[in-house]
Every structure is written in C-alpha cells, then in structure tokens.
C-alpha cells in the first residue's frame, strides 16, 4: 500500500507541476481564491493530464494483486502455463490471454471514457 501510494502521489505531483504557473496566476488575477483557483482552474488540467498514467498504474498493480480473493492475475498464467506443460498444447495460455481481457478491457474503456470526457473541456 505505501508503495503503490507513493506512486499515485508522484503521478499527482507531476500532473500538478505540469501546469504552467500562469494558470494560477490568471486564475488569481481573476479574483478566484487560491482553492477556488485550484479547484476550478489547475486539478481540473492537472487531473487530464495525469490521468493515463493513473490507469496504467491501477492496471499493474490490479495485475499484481488478487482480483475479487477468488482470483488471482498473477495465478492465470501459471495455471495455464501447468495446462499447457501437461497437455503440450498452447491453448491454455491462449485461455489465459483471453482471461487478462476480459479482466482489463473494462477498466481500458472506463479510462478512455473519462479522457475523452475530460479532454472536452
């Protein structure tokens, strides 16, 4: 948890210093408040940013952990990888090619959802 955390937490920070400081200041020149600047102005662009890296690290550490306590990702390949060894047929891993789909294209089209969303404003 910490170290998934403090990945998270670096992926924020960039997203945040990727903004140029001229947002802030505009936004301040406006007379927003300096949490009405950030809520309205800069997170808005800073969550745009950093939100395909977000997925991916959610993904690999989905891939990392167990899914749901029943199944695990990292347990698919080596089910099918001892399938595959006991019948000397490829299919298992083709199987398990196709488990790593199901379980990771829903996440995928959420991701590609709020991009586009986001990329609207």
């Known amino acids: ?3 998934s955390s403090s990945y998270y937490g670096e992926i924020f920070r960039a997203g945040l210093e990727s903004i140029p400081v001229g947002q ?3 936004a301040r020149s406006t007379g927003l408040t300096f949490l009405q600047a950030m809520r309205y102005v800069v997170l808005p662009q800073a969550f745009r940013l950093a939100l395909p ?3 991916n690290r959610t993904i690999a550490i989905t891939k990392g952990t167990s899914l749901g306590s029943v199944i695990a990702v990292e347990e698919i390949i080596n089910i099918a990888t001892s399938a595959q060894s006991a019948a000397a047929n490829p299919s298992p891993l083709t199987m398990g090619a196709i488990l790593y789909l199901i379980i990771f294209a829903p996440l995928v089209r959420l991701s590609r959802w709020i991009e586009k ?3 609207r404003w």
């Open 117 to 119: 969303r986001f990329a």
């Open 53 to 55: 890296p977000l997925t």
């Open 1 to 3: 948890t910490l170290n």
């Open 24 to 26: 802030m200041e505009a």
